[in-house]
């Protein structure tokens, strides 16, 4: 059974002292009891009592033994010329050893870190040592004794007067301890198999394409388990040939060639020979099954393990798109063979997780790494579908925290592909979760708003709250179509924590972040058919003070609200930050509306709205010196969408007088123009000619942006070839292309994440400050 946490951690504050006496204790008699075996074992070498026994025997006249009758009748000289056999002395029974024959079950504790192998008797090389040093001795007794003959052994056979003996002696000192001894195998075949087999594990030997080949050969042909060792053992090597750590490994790779061609047969093989050896059972439901109780599993688990473990480490230092992706690529066949090994699955996660929230990292490589996680979420059980599903959330904040007309595209991807694994998982994981992290950020909401400190908003004013909300709205309009959705009762929470921070700092500094947060509410409103009152937000941008008031002229260039949750005060009471505004509520408005246009209560829907723009558009037109906005394009597009709303209504109006059921008929009153597109009401006519301009005017700024890229790309490389100061003329390029893209990307640097111990013991994300001078802006905001 294994040990607690608790206890070890009670064993290391408390016991640590008796512990280790015990071992000292321990080691003492091992000492002991290894001393007596040796003083047993050297007298039974010298011969012992047999052999005094068999002295007296001979001196008492008694039986003569084989080897005295052999020699009984001959002289000195017949002795020294040899030609005689020398018969054999009885042999002793030797015990039988006991072969493990559980082997296997211990392989999936070997680590593939070449450790030395011991000999077969612990204290062969310390008893070598010693014969070595008493020979020494006699030979330098006999040399005082009798030079000459000392002399003599020297000039004929050196050898025997222990020059290999004090070599070996000296080589032993000298080597390493941790370098391994391998048993040489003997094969009737003279291939080069058995000069492989033969290398040290702890040596450095070099690898060549000759030895890779000869490798992919037999994992291609004949699957073959001791190829696949080697490779996994070289693979290894690969994977931290950048450490600058000391680690001894089996194989050193110097040429890049190589290098690349031991990865790709490692990558893209392997996971072949497991399919082999071990097929992968999966259902029509695509629940996978491997044999985990087999000899075969219990055979291929270290490999798996070292595997891997390797992979995980190139996820983690690889920068190379394309090795990236082959790499994620051909871990998805490894991925069932995983499951067992809760640890290595939580790291293959979070390895992969990461990959997919990097900025920097191309949509393929991005899209490889979500496939890794997808498949996770569909052949896992409920903990690793959990852990899958808290890592891509986790990857999401991390990486959305810079949010730019650059990285935009790729956040978009990141919360498209995250709401899927919501959907592939079960229905109470899936609930569990989306129910813990939306309440973490309601958590965070009421801090900043029970804390009076004058940076408390920051908090939840931040790229990385925003993009969680609106995460938070993909998730639950994909998956919450249906009035049985198990996470439907989700969408109340999330509606009233988006509203909340909606209305935190309602002023103009804030109106983009608002409208960040209105779109997201009317996703789930499509979604879903759930009402969500939009329309006072909006009106209380246009009541405020920014809109109401006379603008002054600007040269700054037209604010993208699609990168943006703030402005900086450079935009406050100018003309091109109010049309924008204005703009923006007037699309707003007008979406709001479509989703109801076909509504048997749209009459009623639209009234107290239609008001209170005609009186908002009445004081701001007023001709009054010092009143009145005096903006005709914000004006005219507000009073657009009065008359449309107007239309829509007499629309309405007249095909409800059409109608049969009663109010109380529920089934009729939801089956209202149910065979009516939107298009063909007023609004949604109106609403698709607006998105089919908006459309059109994003690609042409979108293939300028792109435009003006390529030639300020080709601008620095020019400067670069032209003089040695290129270097400095790039980072001016890179800084003149941050100013192009406006005050905006200045927000990328908004919002950090750490992860750590949340209110009521929750693990969870805590989003950090905002970077930016938040109180720019701020001055005139309140009126």
């Not at 871990?331 to 992969?352: H, I």
């Not at 700092?505 to 409103?525: C, E, G, K, M, V």
């Not at 040695?724 to 941050?738: L, M």
Request: aromatic share 6%.
């Amino acid at each position: 059974m294994a040990q607690k946490k608790a206890t070890k951690k009670f064993e290391k504050n408390n016991l640590k002292d008796t512990l280790e006496r015990r071992k000292g204790l321990k080691k003492t008699k091992q000492k002991q009891q290894l001393k007596a075996k040796k003083q047993a074992r050297r007298t039974e070498e010298n011969g012992g009592a047999a052999a005094e026994e068999a002295a007296k025997a001979v001196a008492s006249g008694g039986k003569a033994t084989a080897g005295n009758e052999a020699f009984k009748d001959m002289s000195v000289d017949d002795f020294f010329q040899g030609g005689f056999e020398v018969p054999e002395l009885p042999k002793k029974k030797a015990g039988k050893r006991k072969r493990d024959e559980e082997r296997e079950d211990g392989e999936g504790d070997v680590s593939f870190e070449q450790q030395p192998v011991a000999p077969a008797d612990d204290e062969s090389d310390a008893d070598s040592g010693e014969d070595v040093e008493d020979h020494l001795q006699q030979l330098d007794a006999m040399a005082k004794r009798d030079p000459d003959f000392h002399q003599y052994l020297a000039d004929n056979d050196p050898d025997l007067l222990g020059g290999d003996l004090a070599g070996d002696l000296e080589l032993s000192e000298d080597e390493d301890e941790a370098t391994p001894k391998r048993k040489k195998q003997k094969k009737a075949s003279g291939d080069e198999d058995d000069s492989d087999d033969e290398m040290a594990g702890g040596g450095k030997n070099e690898l060549n394409k000759a030895t890779v080949r000869k490798w992919q050969k037999a994992l291609t042909e004949e699957h073959s388990l001791r190829a696949t060792r080697e490779v996994v053992l070289a693979f290894r090597s690969a994977a931290h040939v950048t450490d600058d750590e000391d680690k001894e490994f089996k194989y050193s790779i110097s040429d890049p060639e190589v290098y690349h061609q031991l990865l790709t047969v490692a990558l893209k093989h392997i996971p072949a020979v497991f399919e082999h050896h071990l097929p992968v059972q999966e259902n029509k439901a695509g629940k996978v099954h491997v044999s985990t109780e087999s000899k075969k599993f219990k055979t291929l688990a270290p490999l798996l393990r070292s595997q891997i473990a390797s992979i995980i480490h190139l996820l983690d230092n690889l920068t190379d798109p394309a090795t990236l992706r082959l790499t994620l690529t051909s871990t998805l066949p490894l991925l069932p063979y995983l499951l067992s090994f809760k640890k290595l699955v939580r790291d293959v996660a979070r390895a992969a997780a990461t990959v997919w929230s990097t900025s920097s990292t191309p949509e393929a490589t991005r899209i490889a790494a979500f496939l890794a996680l997808r498949r996770l979420v569909v052949i896992g059980d409920p903990g690793i579908r959990e852990n899958v599903l808290k890592a891509a959330y986790q990857g999401l904040v991390k990486g959305s925290r810079n949010t730019t007309p650059h990285t935009l595209a790729g956040v978009n991807l990141m919360k498209n592909s995250a709401a899927e694994l919501w959907g592939l998982a079960d229905s109470g994981v899936a609930y569990t979760t989306a129910f813990t992290f939306i309440r973490q950020l309601a958590i965070h909401l009421r801090g900043s708003i029970t804390n009076n400190s004058n940076e408390s908003y920051k908090t939840v004013y931040n790229w990385q709250y925003i993009h969680s909300l609106d995460f938070w709205s993909r998730v639950l309009s994909a998956h919450c179509a249906e009035p049985t959705a198990p996470l439907r009762p989700l969408i109340y929470p999330l509606v009233q924590v988006t509203l909340g921070a909606l209305r935190l700092i309602p002023t103009a500094t804030y109106f983009p972040l608002r409208f960040q947060l209105i779109r997201s509410l009317l996703r789930i409103s499509l979604a879903t058919s759930t009402y969500i009152p939009l329309a006072p937000a909006l009106y209380e941008v246009l009541n405020s003070a920014e809109m109401r008031k006379t603008p002054k002229a600007s040269t700054l260039k037209p604010l993208e609200f699609a990168t943006a949750i703030r402005v900086a005060k450079g935009y406050l009471r100018t003309r091109v930050y109010q049309d924008g505004v204005g703009e923006q509520v007037a699309e707003l408005l007008s979406e709001f509306f479509a989703l109801w246009a076909r509504n048997v209560a749209f009459p009623e829907l639209a009234l107290p709205v239609i008001i209170m723009l005609k009186r908002w558009f009445k004081e701001v037109s007023s001709r009054t010196p010092g009143a009145g906005n005096k903006n005709q394009k914000v004006n005219t597009a507000i009073q657009l969408v009065v008359q449309k709303l107007e239309a829509n209504s007499r629309y309405i109006e007249e095909r409800r007088a059409k109608v049969e059921f009663a109010p109380r008929d529920r089934r009729g009153v939801e089956g209202f123009l149910g065979g009516v597109g939107v298009g063909v009401t007023p609004v949604g006519a109106f609403v698709a000619g607006q998105r089919r301009q908006r459309e059109e005017r994003a690609r042409v700024v979108e293939e300028g942006r792109v435009e003006e890229e390529r030639r300020r790309e080709a601008e620095r490389r020019k400067g670069r070839g032209g003089r040695e100061g290129g270097a400095e003329e790039e980072g001016d390029g890179v800084q003149s292309e941050h100013d192009l893209s406006g005050s905006e990307e200045e927000e990328g640097s908004e919002g950090g994440v750490e992860e750590m111990e949340g209110e009521e013991g929750e693990e969870g994300i805590v989003l950090g400050e905002t970077s930016d001078e938040e109180e720019e802006g701020e001055e005139g905001d309140s009126e």
